[in-house]
């Protein structure tokens, strides 16, 4: 049957804003930026890793009415309705400190954990986002 998850979406407000911390803070790259006329599908990857995109919708047409998307961007803003993204590197406090002076705001700084070292942080809309550096084997 299936044999990969190629995409999953995450709910932004602003494309442009969702680029500049995705790609400019984060440092994936862009995959995909085409305007569809009823929709920009606008999708991230790690740099080498084009296989798993990351889609940033905007709430609204064609998947939800304006009433919806309104609700919707409603939830994001309280942080109630985010998506999850978990990376992996290999040096979580070395990325922590990078991205601490490209001022990225995090919500739990590297943790010590059963499966290895990982963090929290939050992008501009609300959505959790971990990082994690396996135990070693």
């Known amino acids: 049957m299936f044999n990969a998850i190629t995409h999953s979406q995450i709910f932004v407000l602003d494309q ?22 009823f929709m920009r599908w606008l999708t991230v990857n790690v740099p080498g890793s084009p296989d798993r995109q990351i889609l940033l919708e905007k709430p ?3 998947a939800h009415s304006e009433e919806i998307a309104a609700q919707i961007r409603d939830l994001l803003t ?3 309705m985010g998506g999850h993204l978990i990376f992996s590197t290999d040096d979580c406090r070395k990325t922590y400190e990078t991205l601490l002076a490209k001022g990225v705001e995090f919500t739990e700084e590297p943790t010590e954990r059963p499966y290895g070292i990982d963090c929290g942080l939050r992008d501009p809309f609300g ?5 994690t550096q396996p135990k070693a084997g």
């Open 60 to 62: 609204g047409a064609p």
């Open 78 to 80: 309280k942080g109630a």
């Open 127 to 131: 959505n959790s986002i971990r990082f």
């Open 16 to 37: 442009d804003e969702a680029l500049d911390f995705y790609v400019g803070k984060l440092g994936l790259e862009v995959n995909t930026d085409v305007d569809l006329g």
